[in-house]
């Protein structure tokens, strides 16, 4: 005969359990409920509405955009309208000086800030903590101080109404050194950076191979949000740039119903066309954007 020893129940056996939600458990997905849906669905609305709303006075004319109530529905003449802005604003070379305005000014200024963010936030020089008061610094500056200096020596070099007089003033970003700094300093363990160089790396090999794949995501959120800052820019080039010579888009939409008695349904229209190239990036890349932030709170 055999006798079975059992251990006594300890006190913590004998609390209740508690049974959690599939959604609290590890690996579990949340479901929102009917009020976060309503929140949501709200505020989508809300933010779709200027678009919507642009769309419908572009597909009407002066005279029913005049009367109360407006227009809450499009007219016949959307596409009519957004034909006659593309012809007469040549928004076709506007895109393409954008585009290459806009692109090369967001990839220097991801590159730039991501190399003086990671000097900034794991380097140790003479200076450092100075030196980026005076970058913060310059962030409280308003720019419209700087643009009649600025006006002067572009015409000292002879680029007015060429691209470049719009592409250099926007090549460094004091707040893209500022992001790329707190980022790196969560994102980017010091203990990474001494392995690389006890293998021989380089300050440069450093930044490469350690520091720009660390950097990623952030470099993904810094690229969009300063390609669309230089895409909707518009004080600065529309006085270094005419419609005639080599607009952007926010300059050849400026020149678009001109006259005694502007016609708003075609300054909507081309208000429209402006914003689509926008809407296309971020739906196509939107994804991986929201991703890549998600991955760097992760890292962080």
Known sequence: MTTTLTKPDSPEDKRPRVRRPKSARA???????????????????????????????????????????????????????????????????????????????????????????????????????????????????????????????????????????VIFPSLVSAFGVFFMRQYLLQALPDEIIEAARVDGASSWRVVWHVVFPAARPAMAVLGMLMFVQ???????????????GNPTVQVAVAGLGRGYTPDQSLIMAGALLGTLPLLLVFAIFGKQIVGGIMQGAVKG
Do not use: C
């Open 27 to 165: 690996g579990g997905q949340m479901h929102a409920g009917p009020i976060a849906y309503i929140i949501l669905a709200l505020f989508t609305i809300g933010s779709l509405f200027p678009l919507v709303w642009t769309a419908i006075a572009a597909s009407r004319d002066n005279q029913r955009l005049a009367e109360n109530p407006p227009p809450l529905w499009f007219g016949s003449g959307l596409f009519d309208k957004l034909e006659i802005a593309w012809k007469d604003a040549n928004l076709g070379e506007a895109f393409l000086n954008t585009t290459i305005v806009a692109g090369i000014s967001a990839v220097t200024i991801v590159v730039l800030s991501t190399v003086a963010g990671f000097a900034f936030a794991k380097l140790r020089f003479k200076g450092r903590n100075a030196m980026m008061l005076i970058v913060i610094g310059t962030m409280m500056v308003p720019p419209q101080l700087s643009i009649i200096p600025l006006y002067m020596m572009v015409a000292k070099l002879d680029w007015t109404d060429q691209l470049q007089a």
């Open 230 to 244: 230089t895409w909707n820019d518009f004080l600065w080039p529309f006085l270094v740039l005419t419609q005639t």
